[in-house]
Structure formats: structure tokens, C-alpha cells
């Protein structure tokens, strides 16, 4: 009785409206454990940190200063955004399984997909609401630079900044996808952290080195073997780095962009659909004690 007692208390309050729809309250769950864990302070951490970055970018870069500031600030977004979406998994899966927290969110009539999809969909929305909300304090602050500097070429916050936003939203799409898949089947809390940058750090980085061992083949003994080897990497993981098309924002000019972009979007899309699913299948067969 003790024991119940205190799972009530710690656990997240459900919303007490009976008519309240499932994935609304996992919205709710995921608003309050974020404020509970502080991740809301760390995303005003990083609101503070790209605003003095974008600043110090600009003041210490001889030319283009608006243009270095928008690089630095595409950089950040990209480091610190996949960050907080795996402290939120962390809170809304991993930890839900460690302290048993099941014993109330998966009771009867809800499965065990619905859950999976309510927390999924929960954690996707405050990654992407955070992406819309830096790029917009990041387009303003760009936008001030650029009025103390006049440029001949400044760089586009129009519909290439839009496009580039949007291929950087795909990007976190799939580091959730894969920290969800990782935080169903992990056994530590470090293992989501680790593993999700690990597989962010492969997919974004063996493309770029591919091309550059085609550019400059003395770089390394035996760059020829390396580089197959490499290549064999495209098969597990999603070219992330093609994902990067800041250059058209940058530079105001949609040449940059890859030339095979809608199937670069679908196979995307498709290998975080099918990471889901994979997640859900394993959940299903998961065996709580």
C-alpha cells in the first residue's frame, strides 16, 4: 500500500477530463516533465548561448559578419537541438520504465502503441516547436547584424532560410526516432545519450569524408579500401550530412541545393518511419518485471 501510494504521488498527473484525447495528455505530460526536469532551462541556456554566439561571430569575423553569424547559429541548432531531445526521451521513456511508471500509463484500454505514438508525436512536437522558435530569434538576430554592416552579397532569410529550417526539422526527426528506438531497448540511462550521438555523429560525418578522400586520395594510406569501407556505412545509416543545406541560405543561392533532394527526403523519412516501427515491435514484445 505504501509502495502504491508513492507511485501516485511521483508520477505525472494525467489531465482530469475524461474527454481530454490520449495524445493531448501526453502533450501535457511531456510540457510538465520537461518543466520538472529543467529542460525549459535549457533551452533558455541555448537561446542565451546562440544570441551571444551569433553576436561574438559577427563582431570577430573581418567580412560577411551576419553571414559567419548565421553559419555559427545553423551550427548550434544542430549541435544543442538533438541534445534536448534526447534529455526528453530520457524522462519520457527510459526513466517511465525505471521507476515503473507503467504500472499506471500502460493500464487497460490504452496499448502499448498508443502510448509509443502519444510520447513519440509529445517529444517530436517540443523539438520542433524549439527548432521554429531558435530559427525565428536566430533570423531576427541576423537580421539586426546585417543593419550594422552593409553587405554585397548578405545571406537569405527568406524561403532558403525556410527550406533550410525544414531540412534541419527531418534531421531531429530521425535522432527521435533513433532515441526512441534506443530508449525502449536500453538498460542504462548514459546508453541513450551515448548511443544517439553516436549514431548522429556516424550519419552526419561518412559522407563528407567519403568525398573527401575522392578529392584527396593522399590523406590517408590505402584511402582507396577506407573509402569502400566507408561506403558500406550508407547502407545502416541515412546520409544526414547531405541534410545540411545551409549554403542556400548563406550564400542566396538554391544551387546549393542537392540535386536528388526529394529522394533524399523520402528515404529519410522512410528510415524514421521504419525505426518507429521497429521501436513499436519491441515494445510490444517487452516483458516488464
Given at each position: 500500500?505504501?509502495?502504491?501510494?508513492?507511485?501516485?504521488?511521483?508520477?505525472?498527473?494525467?489531465?482530469?477530463?475524461?474527454?481530454?484525447?490520449?495524445?493531448?495528455?501526453?502533450?501535457?505530460?511531456?510540457?510538465?516533465?520537461?518543466?520538472?526536469?529543467?529542460?525549459?532551462?535549457?533551452?533558455?541556456?541555448?537561446?542565451?548561448?546562440?544570441?551571444?554566439?551569433?553576436?561574438?561571430?559577427?563582431?570577430?569575423?573581418?567580412?560577411?559578419?551576419?553571414?559567419?553569424?548565421?553559419?555559427?547559429?545553423?551550427?548550434?541548432?544542430?549541435?544543442?537541438?538533438?541534445?534536448?531531445?534526447?534529455?526528453?526521451?530520457?524522462?519520457?521513456?527510459?526513466?517511465?520504465?525505471?521507476?515503473?511508471?507503467?504500472?499506471?500509463?500502460?493500464?487497460?484500454?490504452?496499448?502499448?502503441?498508443?502510448?509509443?505514438?502519444?510520447?513519440?508525436?509529445?517529444?517530436?512536437?517540443?523539438?520542433?516547436?524549439?527548432?521554429?522558435?531558435?530559427?525565428?530569434?536566430?533570423?531576427?538576430?541576423?537580421?539586426?547584424?546585417?543593419?550594422?554592416?552593409?553587405?554585397?552579397?548578405?545571406?537569405?532569410?527568406?524561403?532558403?532560410?525556410?527550406?533550410?529550417?525544414?531540412?534541419?526539422?527531418l534531421d531531429?526527426?530521425?535522432?527521435?526516432?533513433?532515441?526512441?528506438?534506443?530508449?525502449?531497448?536500453?538498460?542504462?540511462?548514459?546508453?541513450?545519450?551515448?548511443?544517439?550521438?553516436?549514431?548522429?555523429?556516424?550519419a552526419r560525418?561518412?559522407?563528407?569524408?567519403?568525398?573527401?578522400?575522392?578529392?584527396?586520395?593522399?590523406?590517408?594510406?590505402?584511402?582507396?579500401?577506407?573509402?569502400?569501407?566507408?561506403?558500406?556505412?550508407?547502407?545502416?545509416?541515412?546520409?544526414?550530412?547531405?541534410?545540411?543545406?545551409?549554403?542556400?541560405?548563406l550564400y542566396?543561392?538554391?544551387?546549393?541545393?542537392?540535386?536528388?533532394?526529394?529522394?533524399?527526403?523520402?528515404?529519410?523519412?522512410?528510415?524514421?518511419?521504419?525505426?518507429?516501427?521497429?521501436?513499436?515491435?519491441?515494445?510490444?514484445?517487452?516483458?516488464?518485471?
Amino acid at each position: 500500500m505504501r509502495s502504491t501510494a508513492l507511485l501516485h504521488s511521483s508520477v505525472p498527473k494525467q489531465p482530469s477530463s475524461p474527454f481530454t484525447p490520449p495524445v493531448l495528455a501526453d502533450f501535457a505530460i511531456c510540457a510538465r516533465i520537461a518543466h520538472r526536469a529543467r529542460i525549459t532551462h535549457f533551452l533558455g541556456a541555448i537561446v542565451i548561448l546562440l544570441v551571444i554566439a551569433c553576436f561574438s561571430a559577427a563582431q570577430f569575423s573581418g567580412r560577411q559578419p551576419a553571414t559567419v553569424a548565421l553559419d555559427v547559429g545553423f551550427s548550434l541548432l544542430r549541435l544543442c537541438l538533438p541534445l534536448m531531445a534526447i534529455l526528453l526521451l530520457q524522462e519520457l521513456f527510459y526513466r517511465e520504465f525505471d521507476r515503473k511508471y507503467y504500472l499506471l500509463s500502460l493500464t487497460y484500454p490504452r496499448t502499448r502503441f498508443a502510448f509509443l505514438l502519444g510520447r513519440g508525436l509529445a517529444v517530436l512536437a517540443c523539438t520542433l516547436g524549439s527548432l521554429l522558435l531558435l530559427s525565428l530569434i536566430l533570423g531576427l538576430t541576423v537580421e539586426f547584424i546585417a543593419r550594422e554592416y552593409a553587405l554585397s552579397l548578405p545571406p537569405s532569410l527568406g524561403t532558403p532560410f525556410a527550406i533550410t529550417i525544414l531540412f534541419m526539422a527531418l534531421d531531429l526527426t530521425v535522432a527521435v526516432a533513433v532515441g526512441t528506438l534506443i530508449s525502449i531497448a536500453a538498460s542504462s540511462t548514459s546508453f541513450v545519450l551515448v548511443g544517439t550521438l553516436g549514431f548522429l555523429l556516424c550519419a552526419r560525418s561518412f559522407s563528407p569524408i567519403i568525398e573527401l578522400l575522392a578529392m584527396d586520395s593522399t590523406l590517408v594510406s590505402n584511402a582507396q579500401t577506407y573509402q569502400s569501407s566507408l561506403s558500406l556505412l550508407g547502407y545502416l545509416f541515412p546520409d544526414l550530412a547531405k541534410l545540411d543545406v545551409r549554403m542556400i541560405a548563406l550564400y542566396n543561392n538554391m544551387a546549393f541545393l542537392p540535386g536528388n533532394w526529394p529522394t533524399l527526403v523520402l528515404t529519410t523519412s522512410a528510415y524514421a518511419l521504419a525505426l518507429f516501427s521497429l521501436s513499436v515491435w519491441l515494445l510490444g514484445r517487452r516483458r516488464f518485471s
